[in-house]
């Protein structure tokens, strides 16, 4: 059975699911606490919201201190790789020992798998990552420096704003408030 809870953050209101085998997934973070819920109950319509586990927990902490600005290692949270292809989770390793405020290229993610020609791929994986921030995508960007896609709402704001609260270079590309 999979359940959830939402969570205050430094900027919005956060969700994690997890099940018996770990993380399913995790929400970023909202304005509205009613859209993290709904968005939870459309990916998983039986989920019950509940007290976290005390893995879901240590993970909650963590993402809120890293959404403060502050150091957390997230790498340790257990994620439910059961309803994953092999070839994203082989991606989301990758990206999960991405520290924050660094960065890696879609191409040196493919590279590390064995194939430049896979940065592509790399973009699809990414795209279609469950545990956003647990897994962070958003400290993959473009060749050249470009930030690349995003697929979270608020698209590549919000990508530039995870990153401006790690301190990544990449951040410094744009103006959050423009």
């Not at 940065?119 to 962070?136: E, H, K, T």
């Not at 608020?154 to 990544?168: H, P, R, S, Y």
């Amino acid at each position: 059975m999979t359940q959830y809870a939402l969570f205050e953050t430094a900027i919005g209101t956060a969700g994690i699911a997890w099940g018996e085998a770990g993380l399913v997934a995790v929400h970023l973070p909202e304005h509205d606490p009613e859209r993290a819920r709904r968005g939870f109950l459309r990916r998983f319509p039986d989920a019950a919201e509940a007290e976290p586990t005390f893995d879901a927990a240590t993970t909650v902490a963590a993402i809120r201190e890293l959404l403060a600005g502050k150091p957390a290692d997230l790498t340790q949270a257990p994620l439910d790789l059961s309803r994953t292809p092999e070839f994203h989770a082989r991606v989301y390793e990758i990206a999960r020992a991405i520290p924050p405020g660094e960065t890696l290229t879609y191409g040196q993610i493919a590279e590390r798998l064995g194939d430049k020609l896979l940065a592509r791929d790399v973009g699809q994986a990414l795209g279609r990552n469950p545990w956003p921030i647990v897994v962070p995508c958003h400290r993959v960007v473009a060749a050249g420096g470009k930030l690349g896609g995003f697929s979270a709402r608020g698209g590549v704001n919000t990508k530039l704003q995870l990153l401006a609260i790690e301190g990544a270079a990449a951040a410094a590309q744009a103006d959050l408030f423009a």
